[in-house]
């Protein structure tokens, strides 16, 4: 007679099954954790750094991503103390203009700190992904440019970190700092605003790759 072994009985599958399923729950969990922490510390450290990096020199360009008021507010008081370096505002309204801009957010004798000639203004621009492709286009056009201040809200750096890595094609010799305009909103509405924006950076890394390559290399973009 012969002897039927038995390897794994039902009870001993499922039990494996649900270790397997929520060990991967514990990892993903762990996961969004760690980069919702990352999301939360990360803005001080960039402002930090580039406080540093422009001690003693004015940047290149600095950067706006409009999105928010606080960002053009903070970002024409940065450019006080460069006053020489040229302003690049991508995401503009179409029907907004220097001069309008400059009403909006400094006042009559402040003006007078801004050389208009020295703004440029990005109407193509309707999201962050079009912001850093804009953003790059502008510097291939302008060679000379090397050094970058971008600004933006400090929960958005991280995406914009990573898109600027992911879509500079032409690999160029770029050194990026980055200014975190601070939300100054409470603590739930900044745990939100955490939330969805790490699910934004989740979601931008398929589209860095499945974006088709004439439509994201800087070289050939352009906005419809």
Request: charged fraction near 20%.
């Amino acid at each position: 007679m012969k002897r039927e072994y038995v390897f794994e009985t039902s009870q001993t599958r499922n039990r494996r099954r649900k270790f397997a399923i929520l060990s991967f729950l514990f990892f993903i969990f762990f996961f969004a954790t760690l980069s919702f922490l990352y999301l939360m510390i990360q803005p001080q450290i960039l402002n930090e750094q580039s406080a540093a990096a422009y001690t003693d020199h004015s940047p290149d360009l600095i950067a706006i991503f409009t999105g928010d008021r606080k960002r053009l507010d903070q970002a024409f008081e940065l450019a006080k103390q460069h006053p020489l370096s040229p302003l690049l505002i991508s995401g503009v309204y179409s029907k907004n203009t220097v001069n309008l801009l400059l009403s909006k957010v400094t006042n009559q004798e402040e003006q007078s700190y801004f050389d208009e000639r020295l703004i440029e203004l990005d109407y193509k621009a309707r999201n962050t992904f079009e912001n850093v492709l804009m953003t790059l286009m502008y510097i291939q056009e302008n060679p000379h440019i090397r050094n970058i201040l971008v600004v933006s809200s400090d929960y958005h750096l991280a995406r914009i970190r990573f898109l600027f890595y992911a879509l500079n094609y032409q690999n160029l010799d770029l050194d990026v700092q980055y200014h975190g305009v601070r939300s100054h909103q409470s603590t739930w509405q900044n745990w939100k605003l955490t939330f969805k924006e790490l699910l934004k950076f989740y979601r931008s890394i398929p589209l860095v790759f499945l974006e088709d390559e004439n439509r994201t290399s800087p070289r050939s973009y352009s906005s419809p």
